[in-house]
């Protein structure tokens, strides 16, 4: 089952616009964290956020943690053709302490 | 440079016949997993090791096996793929705990006719 879901599923604005994607979960975790996939290639790490943390910034993105609502926001600034990707969320079971849960993922598209 | 390997990354095949998708990390990660991608599923788990001689199920291992002899190594095996194994399938590696970042292979793109 997945836990991570990302909304919205599709988005797609103009360059240097801001770009906001939501992820919602369903039970308690440990962390969570936000990839990059371009075009059927490999997942790239973007960001980790600690269950006990709520705010985390690395250069253009800036992502928030509300464990009350168990959701998570990935922002990224300044938007540019290159950020053109899928974007997901993953979670860290806290019931199962390996297990990693991805979300379906937003894609992204930036035109020039 | 630091990197997981998958090979085949692309493989096409026929029902039945027995497969290995191997997948090698350089940077001794201790966390080794297999994914598969389905359109709008998101990444799902299939296995995955702590460490040499210890794996455990994903979420969707039916129809797949895998082995952790050495560290390195983390190859899935699919002893008679059939048509709804066809699939994107990514291998990653993470060090000491999952709490860490997770890097990726390329993918191996697997169709089974």
């Known amino acids: 089952s997945q836990q991570g879901e990302e909304d919205p599923q599709a988005l797609s604005i103009q360059e240097g616009e801001n770009a906001t994607m939501n992820c919602s979960y369903k039970?308690?975790?440990?962390?969570l964290q936000w990839y990059r996939q371009n075009s059927g290639r490999g997942l790239v790490h973007l960001i980790l956020i600690r269950s006990n943390e709520r705010e985390k910034h690395s250069g253009r993105l800036r992502v928030t943690l509300d464990t009350s609502k168990k959701s998570s926001s990935l922002l990224i600034t300044a938007s540019r053709a290159a950020d053109t990707a899928s974007y997901f969320c993953a979670t860290l079971l806290k019931t199962s302490y390996d297990k990693v849960i991805f979300g379906p993922g937003t894609s992204l598209s930036v035109i020039p | 440079e630091a990197q997981v390997t998958q090979n085949p990354r692309y493989l096409i095949t026929v029902t039945g016949k027995k497969l290995t998708v191997t997948c090698s990390q350089n940077m001794n990660h201790e966390y080794m997993s297999w994914y598969r991608q389905d359109p709008g599923l998101g990444l799902r788990q299939i296995y995955y090791s702590m460490n040499v001689e210890v794996t455990d199920k994903g979420d969707v291992p039916e129809g797949y096996k895998v082995s952790r002899k050495e560290k390195r190594n983390f190859p899935l095996i699919l002893e008679s793929p059939s048509p709804n194994q066809t699939s994107l399938y990514f291998c990653?590696?993470?060090?000491?705990?999952?709490?860490?970042?997770?890097?990726f292979g390329p993918g191996t793109r697997l169709t089974v006719t």
């Open positions: 990653a590696s993470s060090p000491g705990s999952i709490f860490r970042e997770q890097y």
């Open positions: 039970t308690s975790i440990n962390n």
